[in-house]
């Protein structure tokens, strides 16, 4: 079992910045986190993901050189720098977590490949 805690969303202006975090209860098990989001009427989008064993990052185009998610290991914690906040930024963020896969697929976009996921926390720019 894996708990997360995500933290950090609030309301900025366009051009501003968030740190979102995500307080894992547990790591050991853990292949990936991924950040996610979903803004009502839409689809859930993946916005980035960290593979924790090489330490390697994706990013979603729309997100592409604005964000950065990194790990702090002691802490179990995975963070989102979300920079140059855009309006259509604004949603609801989930981190989630693959425990299942040992080996890259590809789809770390895929809200398929995570079966842990926290409780969210809002994100809203404002123009």
């Known amino acids: 079992q894996v708990q997360l805690v995500e933290s950090g969303g609030g309301a900025v202006q366009a051009g501003g910045s968030l740190r979102l975090s995500c307080a894992a209860s547990?790591?050991?098990?853990?292949?990936?986190m991924g950040w996610f989001r979903q803004a009502p009427g839409k689809a859930r989008e993946g916005v980035a993901a960290f593979y924790l064993g090489p330490g390697t990052a994706f990013y979603g185009d729309s997100v592409w050189g604005r964000f950065t998610i990194s790990q702090d290991k002691a802490k179990n914690t995975v963070y989102l720098q979300m920079n140059k906040l855009k309006p259509e930024d604004t949603a609801m963020y989930y981190c989630?977590?693959?425990?299942?896969?040992?080996?890259?697929?590809?789809?770390?976009?895929?809200?398929?490949?995570?079966?842990?996921w926290g409780q969210g926390t809002q994100v809203t720019v404002s123009s």
């Open positions: 989630a977590a693959d425990t299942v896969r040992r080996t890259y697929d590809g789809r770390w976009s895929s809200d398929q490949n995570y079966n842990y």
């Open positions: 547990n790591t050991y098990s853990t292949y990936c």
